[in-house]
């Protein structure tokens, strides 16, 4: 049973950055698609980004419009880790951020999403 930990969530004042960080165990990180998602109060959960495997050590990663630029996913391996680096934080990025996993080499959307963390919960003050 795949079982995903995010922590690293709190509270940031806008322009602030935080590192959110994914530990899983039940599965091994390196030839699967990461990614993380988010959810607003009263909005639907949303892609935010991704870390899809292309072949050996290599990845490519997807962002969503509103984060591009100013998040970045990555990961660690040999520590079963997936981070999500995030920067120029704004008060619209304030929600629960929650890791997932695919059990295939992608993870594009919530579809190919097999395995949900517990959430994490950023706010972002003005």
């Known amino acids: 049973q795949v079982h995903l930990v995010e922590s690293g969530g709190g509270l940031v004042q806008a322009g602030g950055s935080l590192r959110l960080s994914c530990t899983t165990s039940g599965r091994t990180l390196n030839r699967v698609g990461m990614g993380w998602f988010r959810q607003a109060p009263g909005k639907e959960r949303e892609f935010v980004a991704s870390s899809k495997w292309i072949g050996s050590n290599v990845y490519s990663t997807r962002y969503a419009d509103s984060v591009k630029g100013r998040f970045a996913v990555s990961r660690d391996n040999a520590k079963n880790t997936v981070f999500l680096d995030m920067n120029s934080l704004q008060p619209e990025d304030t929600a629960v951020y929650y890791c997932?996993?695919?059990?295939?080499?992608?993870?594009?959307?919530?579809?190919?999403?097999?395995?949900w963390g517990q959430g994490t919960q950023v706010t972002v003050s003005s």
């Open positions: 997932a996993s695919s059990s295939s080499r992608q993870l594009e959307g919530s579809n190919d999403v097999d395995s």
